[in-house]
């Protein structure tokens, strides 16, 4: 009957390249998992932003009331490319004709309503989301929102 020797050096060379092994193994295993649960991309991968039109009262000392009217929230970032539907509830105000400047996009929030804006931006920059009927202090705004693209 024929024994195997190993020497104390090689036992531990085998098992620290097993322990190596496995861990690799470990890591590829978990990274596969991540990638297929957390990193899909898809043509149809659609973000959404939700927003809210808001209004603020206050009444002076003298009686006078002022009203401000604001997008909440007042500023959003998107990436370059991406896509994006802008949910936007009509809270406050009766209703809100807006535009985006610089772009064709236009549409109305209507109270007790949700206006869907899809977003898709090719180019860098500041756009800002303007209400038409708040668009001064004199019309209790200006009530616009920043949407920042990198």
Same mark, same amino acid.
């Given at each position: 009957m024929k024994f195997l020797?190993?020497?104390?050096?090689?036992?531990?060379f085998f098992l620290a390249v097993g322990?190596?092994?496995a861990a690799i193994s470990t890591w590829f295993v &978990?990274? #596969?998992?991540?990638?297929?649960?957390?990193?899909?991309?898809?043509?149809?991968?659609?973000?959404?932003?939700?927003?809210?039109?808001a209004e603020f009262k206050t009444t002076m000392k003298n009686g006078k009331q &002022?009203? #401000?009217?604001?997008?909440?929230p007042g500023t959003i970032f998107l990436e370059k490319g991406e896509k994006v539907n802008l949910f936007i509830s009509g809270i406050n105000g009766e209703k809100h004709p807006f535009y985006i400047e610089g772009t064709e996009i236009k549409g109305e929030v209507k109270?007790?309503?949700?206006?869907?804006?899809?977003?898709q931006f090719n180019k860098?920059?500041?756009y800002r989301?303007?209400?038409e009927v708040h668009s001064s202090r004199d019309h209790n705004g200006p009530m616009i929102a920043y949407i920042i693209v990198d």
């Open positions: 020797v190993f020497k104390k050096e090689t036992f531990i322990i190596m092994l &978990l990274k #596969a998992g991540d990638t297929a649960v957390f990193n899909q991309q898809s043509e149809d991968n659609i973000r959404e932003i939700h927003m809210v039109t &002022l009203e #401000a009217y604001r997008w909440d109270k007790g309503e949700e206006t869907i804006v899809p977003l860098e920059g500041t989301l303007i209400c």
